[in-house]
């Protein structure tokens, strides 16, 4: 979360944030940070899509946020 802060503050360590990271940008804080983010990479593929936005919030947040997994045991 520290690295988003940061990011939030004009400091992004976009390697950082993305070190490991294999599969896509589809997280809700990247969206934010789409230009920035195309910027610092610029052999990435970026694809954009639009979307019904009533049907975005209800859909894609049951699907994303609400149904990631509790954190076990630490």
Excluded at 24 to 29: E, K, N, P, S, T
Excluded at 32 to 60: C, F, G, N, Q
């Amino acid at each position: 979360m520290a690295l988003w802060i940061a990011a939030g503050q004009g400091r992004p360590d976009w390697d950082a944030i993305f070190d490991g990271f294999r599969r896509d940008g589809r997280l809700i804080r990247a969206a934010r940070y789409y230009r920035e983010i195309a910027e610092h990479y610029p052999d990435a593929k970026v694809l954009h899509s639009e979307r019904d936005p009533d049907k975005m919030v209800s859909t894609s947040t049951q699907a994303t946020i609400f149904s990631a997994p509790e954190p076990g045991p630490g």
